[in-house]
């Protein structure tokens, strides 16, 4: 079994040292990290190939061209995020600074899924690298031949004893999660984040949770069909459905319905060709587990489209399922695959009902141009995220942040947000100790009396707060005008010194 304790040991004395808290030394490590990937971007290629059957286009979008531009868009920013923040102050601050430093955690612990086996992991990493933490990084062993290019090539270009890659599976997890740790960021299933958030408690470690769930996508009769059936199925088809934000299942009317099977007919002879398995543009399911869990899950309802598979390829042809029922399994558990059920209903309220009866999503997507319709979705219903009229599109903008809400997850990441996930923001107040001050404060000393007690009562009562740009501004002024006056007074002093002589 293994042992982490070194490990463990050595960042933690990487993080006691403070060399971390350097923003240059977190700049270095993160444009490292940067030309790992553009050095590497063919074997990151190859290897997510090698474990999905990704196509190249897919990879370079979703993984080593989203890094990058994570890690560029850390790089802009980072000067400014680091800095201190000085809020508002009340009246009785006025003379006090108040502060909110920016503090790395310490030693945190990041855990990757599958799915997409780099970014899941790197993103994290790099926002925790940029708020000054020492990172362990914990790979998902399923997706094998990534794991393998993290732990061999990750080390090449980040400091070792700060940023150490651990591997192994479930059981290595378990013995690493009995460490004490400063953070957890845990991306994989519901099932499994209950197990680290359990582990977590020991030491109450704050923890956040990036888990999956099913994401409803509802379509209304107001949309351009054909659009919209694109964009459900890219956002259903890109890594063979593997996705934890891929639309789970449609819910529209069923005429609506009717039209979208014979759109998505069309789109996918279009983008795939008559031979969908021979089309190099389709991953396959990760594994013979998740494959059989799949055919499983096609027996529910009735195969409106596709259907087909291959076991030996680990192949499902892109399959819609109509007549599905609310309790059938494929309605039940998160599909991650490339099967879309269809479940029809009368209206938005029937929608909106149905969703509210099931966990939390991830995200909700919602095709329409009504905006009645869309505020009945924005103010009825809770989940991670919304997307309107898209798929997959929200989670590449980084200035929102990614995250569930209930069984979905808990925090979020990606930009600033990412940045802020593992920041301890550790707040101080440094009292002004002029007379003045003093005076006014010691009203807070024993003896009490009535007459202190309103005088507290008036220092510490919520006014308007006054923007420090004005407090300066009123300095200013006030400098200004005494400068006049008591330049006034001495030049008619000077005067009248003159004309007595
Ligand atoms: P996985 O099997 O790769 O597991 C994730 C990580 O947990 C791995 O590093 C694995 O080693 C570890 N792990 C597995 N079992 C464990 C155990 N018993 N104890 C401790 N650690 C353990 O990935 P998965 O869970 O199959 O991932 C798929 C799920 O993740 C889906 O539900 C998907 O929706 C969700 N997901 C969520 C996001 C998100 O950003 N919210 C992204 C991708 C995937």
């Given at each position: 079994?293994?042992?982490?304790?070194?490990?463990?040991?050595?960042?933690?004395?990487?993080?006691?040292?403070?060399?971390?808290?350097?923003?240059?030394?977190?700049?270095?490590?993160?444009?490292?990290?940067?030309?790992?990937?553009?050095?590497?971007?063919?074997?990151?290629?190859?290897?997510?190939?090698?474990?999905?059957?990704?196509?190249?286009?897919?990879?370079?979008?979703?993984?080593?061209?989203?890094?990058?531009?994570?890690?560029?868009?850390?790089?802009?920013?980072?000067?400014?995020?680091?800095?201190?923040?000085?809020?508002?102050?009340?009246?009785?601050?006025?003379?006090?600074?108040?502060?909110?430093?920016?503090?790395?955690?310490?030693?945190?612990?990041?855990?990757?899924?599958?799915?997409?086996?780099?970014?899941?992991?790197?993103?994290?990493?790099?926002?925790?690298?940029?708020?000054?933490?020492?990172?362990?990084?914990?790979?998902?062993?399923?997706?094998?031949?990534?794991?393998?290019?993290?732990?061999?090539?990750?080390?090449?270009?980040?400091?070792?004893?700060?940023?150490?890659?651990?591997?192994?599976?479930?059981?290595?997890?378990?013995?690493?999660?009995?460490?004490?740790?400063?953070?957890?960021?845990?991306?994989?299933?519901?099932?499994?984040?209950?197990?680290?958030?359990?582990?977590?408690?020991?030491?109450?470690?704050?923890?956040?949770l990036e888990l999956g769930g099913k994401s409803p996508?509802?379509?209304?009769?107001?949309?351009?069909?054909?659009?919209?059936?694109?964009?459900?199925?890219?956002?259903?088809?890109?890594?063979?459905?593997?996705?934890?934000?891929?639309?789970?299942?449609?819910?529209?009317?069923?005429?609506?319905?009717?039209?979208?099977?014979?759109?998505?007919?069309?789109?996918?002879?279009?983008?795939?060709?008559?031979?969908?398995?021979?089309?190099?543009?389709?991953?396959?399911?990760?594994?013979?587990?998740?494959?059989?869990?799949?055919?499983?899950?096609?027996?529910?309802?009735r195969v409106a489209l596709g259907g087909k598979y291959d076991v030996s390829e680990k192949f499902i042809e892109p399959t819609i399922l109509v007549d599905v029922k609310p309790d059938d399994p494929i309605m039940e558990e998160e599909i991650f695959g490339p099967i879309l059920p269809i479940y029809t209903v009368e209206n938005a309220y029937d929608a909106i009902k149905f969703i509210n009866a099931r966990e939390n999503p991830l995200v909700l997507y919602i095709f329409t141009t009504e905006t009645d319709v869309l505020d009945l979705f924005v103010n009825g219903t809770q989940s991670g995220g919304m997307c309107v009229n898209d798929t997959i599109m929200h989670y590449a903008v980084d200035t929102i942040p990614f995250g569930g809400v209930g069984m979905s997850g808990m925090g979020s990441y990606h930009g600033k947000f990412g940045f802020d996930t593992f920041t301890h923001k550790k707040s101080c107040l440094g009292k002004n100790l002029a007379a003045i001050g003093e005076k006014m404060a010691s009203a807070r000393y024993p003896p009490y009396s009535d007459r202190k007690a309103s005088l507290l009562s008036f220092l510490l009562r919520k006014r308007r707060p006054l923007p420090n740009l004005y407090l300066s501004h009123v300095l200013a002024v006030g400098l200004g005008v005494g400068l006049t006056v008591l330049a006034n007074y001495y030049l008619q002093v000077r005067k009248g010194k003159l004309l007595s002589r």
């Amino acid at each position: 079994m293994a042992n982490f304790d070194d490990t463990l040991q050595r960042a933690r004395l990487a993080f006691a040292s403070g060399k971390t808290r350097n923003v240059s030394f977190r700049r270095k490590q993160l444009e490292n990290l940067l030309r790992c990937y553009e050095e590497h971007e063919n074997e990151i290629i190859s290897a997510l190939e090698a474990d999905l059957r990704r196509p190249k286009q897919e990879s370079l979008i979703v993984e080593t061209e989203f890094m990058k531009n994570d890690i560029k868009h850390i790089l802009f920013h980072l000067n400014d995020w680091v800095k201190a923040d000085r809020p508002e102050k009340s009246f009785v601050n006025m003379l006090d600074d108040v502060q909110v430093y920016n503090d790395p955690f310490g030693v945190v612990l990041v855990i990757g899924a599958w799915n997409y086996p780099l970014q899941l992991l790197l993103v994290p990493v790099a926002a925790a690298i940029a708020a000054g933490n020492c990172v362990v990084l914990k790979p998902s062993e399923i997706a094998g031949n990534c794991a393998k290019f993290i732990a061999e090539t990750i080390p090449k270009y980040l400091d070792n004893d700060c940023y150490p890659v651990v591997c192994g599976g479930p059981s290595e997890t378990a013995e690493l999660l009995k460490q004490r740790f400063d953070y957890i960021f845990y991306t994989g299933s519901t099932r499994v984040g209950k197990i680290i958030h359990a582990a977590a408690n020991n030491y109450l470690t704050p923890t956040t949770l990036e888990l999956g769930g099913k994401s409803p996508c509802y379509i209304d009769k107001s949309v351009e069909l054909r659009t919209a059936v694109k964009r459900i199925l890219w956002g259903k088809l890109i890594n063979c459905g593997q996705t934890c934000i891929a639309p789970d299942y449609v819910l529209c009317s069923k005429e609506v319905q009717d039209k979208f099977v014979e759109e998505a007919r069309d789109v996918l002879k279009e983008w795939y060709g008559e031979s969908i398995q021979s089309s190099p543009d389709l991953s396959r399911i990760i594994n013979q587990n998740n494959f059989q869990r799949l055919l499983g899950l096609m027996k529910s309802g009735r195969v409106a489209l596709g259907g087909k598979y291959d076991v030996s390829e680990k192949f499902i042809e892109p399959t819609i399922l109509v007549d599905v029922k609310p309790d059938d399994p494929i309605m039940e558990e998160e599909i991650f695959g490339p099967i879309l059920p269809i479940y029809t209903v009368e209206n938005a309220y029937d929608a909106i009902k149905f969703i509210n009866a099931r966990e939390n999503p991830l995200v909700l997507y919602i095709f329409t141009t009504e905006t009645d319709v869309l505020d009945l979705f924005v103010n009825g219903t809770q989940s991670g995220g919304m997307c309107v009229n898209d798929t997959i599109m929200h989670y590449a903008v980084d200035t929102i942040p990614f995250g569930g809400v209930g069984m979905s997850g808990m925090g979020s990441y990606h930009g600033k947000f990412g940045f802020d996930t593992f920041t301890h923001k550790k707040s101080c107040l440094g009292k002004n100790l002029a007379a003045i001050g003093e005076k006014m404060a010691s009203a807070r000393y024993p003896p009490y009396s009535d007459r202190k007690a309103s005088l507290l009562s008036f220092l510490l009562r919520k006014r308007r707060p006054l923007p420090n740009l004005y407090l300066s501004h009123v300095l200013a002024v006030g400098l200004g005008v005494g400068l006049t006056v008591l330049a006034n007074y001495y030049l008619q002093v000077r005067k009248g010194k003159l004309l007595s002589r």
